[in-house]
């Protein structure tokens, strides 16, 4: 098998299958970019869960904060949250199971709390070394207390304006700053502190940290699209890192096998914590050929992608995402 077509099945996996792939053709507007807003519509905002998503009820939802506290406090409503010092930001969310972001990578605009401000009112014990979320649909997960402690880790409970749509955990999710999907608990009913946890995930041999590791996708060209001969074609995509390697600096694009790179333009970026999303125009030859197309990104810390990933600590990089199209003539 040859490595590029191992990449592509290796993006599909367990994780990523559990609601079917958005396919392409849905909407067959030729739109010249993808992605093609900044921010994403809630409607086309990616959705991933183990199961049914969860309708639940603003006016009888409780959220209890249990386990090695300090102090007790009442289970906490909706408006106890909504009425705490509020904290604005764009944050894209990424499934572990698709580490190129292909399909399941999005960028909204959220509002909520910052999780610190609530363990603060407990008073996690000094034994504490993670802090559990279990949700209404029984998934659960958990995350370190120091990253629980970040100024940047949000409970939210408004997406691109409107409250927390159902299907992305209305009436609170959790939005973990650097980490795959599956640390960013939706229908949270419960948070546990405790000295350990296994989660729903890592029970079933996912990575239990899951650090988002730089990448770029290229939206267009599709796998196997045809694409004219003679003309101007805009190669885009996005790229992120999440900010574990200081943002992304640049993004490149190859049309000759990786022997020479061509800087895109980033044309919508914010935080680290959010993709950039790029464009590059290309001038394609006039002539039928099959084309393979290369991304990737270098980051401010200065690693670029490579051919095979890269092993960088705490979190590495995955390889190119590579396009087979083909030039074709009119
Ligand atoms: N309660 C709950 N939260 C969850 C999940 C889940 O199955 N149940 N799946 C996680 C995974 S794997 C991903 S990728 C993100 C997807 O969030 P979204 O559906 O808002 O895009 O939700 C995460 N939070
Ligand atoms: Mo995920």
Redesign the pocket.
Known sequence: MKRRTFIKLSAISA?GMVLPLQLEGQTEVKSLLKPKTFVTPNAD???????DPKVLDAATWRMGITGLIEKRIPPLRLEDIVAMESVEATRT?K???DPIGTE?M?NAHWKGVRLRDLLEKVGPKPEVKVVVFR???R?HTAIPLEDAMREDTLLAYEMNGVPLPT???FPI?LLNPGH???K????IVNIHLAKAHESY?EKRGWDPIANVKLGTMIGTPSEGEEITGGKVYTVSGAAFDAGHHGGIKKVEVSIDYGQTWQEAEIWAKDTPLAWVLWKWDWQVPEKANPVEIYARATANSGITQDEIGLEVEPVGAIPYHMIDAAIVMP
């Not at 905002?45 to 199961?51: D, E, S």
């Not at 960013?184 to 229908?187: L, R, V």
């Open positions: 994780a905002f990616y959705i991933l869960q183990i199961g969310l499934c572990i199971g399941q999005s949700c209404a649909d998934y299907d992305h955990g999710r795959y999907g599956t960013n608990p939706k229908w995930w």
